[in-house]
């Protein structure tokens, strides 16, 4: 009998094993495919920074590499410059970077660490059914990695017998659903809720060779937004760019064109881009997620938690998901520690933490409703640093979710001018549509530094 069963070695469910296997707690972890593996999410949030300096965690981050984030810059379509905001100047800031990574190494050094800190960790190896009962949680899981039967890893996690085998069981008294936009447990309860409204596409590739300034703005996530579209340039290393674009899904089926073709266009057919990627080189294949928006009714039920994307995940334009799958690990490993010492805690310390996760998500959810809203991007575009706003919602995109009445009161007042743009525009209003004019001069450009 463990005390915690994890679905799931991404961050949410590495951050909850590596903490309550600090704790002394007995903790099985069960990941699908085997890492590293490709994924998307590698633009980081200051604000996860307290988490990984508690799990320990830096030193491996500075030894694998990672690029150090000192902020990011949005930029309307056609438009050579932008606004960009450094973390340091966010609303008490603690910190004055994050990290930009690659998923595949972020996410093994993270299960890895997890692992070293005590949890057993089974990758290729899927949970393909959960039962509950009153005091335990049984997972079924099925493990894909035949050639390794009757070694000492398959034998492990059968808990019970020397023999091969390549599925089986074991027992739990609680559960932590990690299992990303899978959501094992939102689909077994049919709990997943979709924001219709929020229906988006991403087309996205990694590339050498997209020109970046010099210094740390050349370590800032740049956003670009379009009238009907945005994309995003996510340093990663020295050379290696994210490159994407967020649409409609509608759009896009519209177009009728094959994912490589549309976003070659996409792209080609916004001069900032084309102009910053005039010498690249696409080095990966072409990816798609589409349909990412939606959150669970439900985040905990009497034996599990749902942590991470399993939980929900709100459009990644603020590249919150890392941040809240990190955040959500945190909560329920601490939540899931109180309660194996004191059960009759579990109410109410359950309760807690889904209105936590829920809290976040909700703070998250306003802010990408404004940011589909042209208002929104007319008045970030023309900042005037009054009643101290500016670095309050440079708190927010830096990850601060809590309940900082100074933070409050300053987003509200964002909102409000948001919504006068509407009515009595404050700021110049932006088509957001690239000019005929400037996109040639750009394609010029572009053409004359190949
Ligand atoms: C287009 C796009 C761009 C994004 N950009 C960013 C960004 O810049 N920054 C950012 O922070 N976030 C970004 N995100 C979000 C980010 O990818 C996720 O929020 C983050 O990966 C969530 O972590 P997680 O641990 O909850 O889930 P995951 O990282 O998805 O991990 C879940 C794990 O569970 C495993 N699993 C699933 N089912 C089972 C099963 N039945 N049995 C065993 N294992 C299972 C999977 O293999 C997976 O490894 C982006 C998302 C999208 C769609």
Known sequence: ???????????????????????????IVFEREKFPRFHIGESLLPFSMKAFTRLGLHEKFLRAGFMKKFGGEIIGACSDTGTKFYFKDGYRSQTDHAYQVTRDDFDKVLLDHAAECGAEVHEETSVERIEFKANEVTLFWKTR??????????????????????????????????????????????????????QKLSIFAHYDGVWRAEGIDGTLTVLIRAID??????????????????LDSETFRKSKLKTEDFLEEALAG???IAKRMANARRVSQVYVEADFSYRSAQLHGDRWLLAGDAAGFIDPIFSSGVFLAVFSGELAADALDEVLDCPRKTKRLFARYEKAVNRAM?????????WYTKEF??????????LGLAPAVNAVLGGNVGNSFAIQWRMWVFYFLV?????????????LVPQPEECSAAFADAASSL
């Open 419 to 431: 919504w006068l743009q509407r009515h009595h525009p404050i700021a110049p209003r932006l088509t």
């Open 1 to 27: 009998m463990y005390d915690v069963a994890i679905i799931g070695g991404g961050p949410a469910g590495s951050t909850a094993a590596a903490l309550l296997a600090r704790a002394d707690r007995r903790v």
């Open 270 to 272: 916004q001069p900032i």
């Open 377 to 386: 991007i007319e008045v970030f575009l023309a900042p005037r640093n009054v």
């Open 362 to 370: 909700d703070v998250y959810l306003r802010f990408v409703d404004a």
């Open 145 to 198: 990695c035949p050639d390794e039967v009757g070694s000492a890893r398959c034998a492990d996690r059968t808990s019970q017998r020397d023999v091969p085998t390549t599925e089986g069981r074991v027992r739990a008294r609680y559960l932590i659903d990690a299992s990303g936009r899978t959501s094992v447990l939102g689909r077994q309860f049919k709990i997943k809720k979709t924001y219709d409204h929020l």
């Open 229 to 246: 579209r945005w994309f995003w340039l996510i340093p990663l290393t020295a050379e290696r760019t994210s490159v994407g674009v967020v």
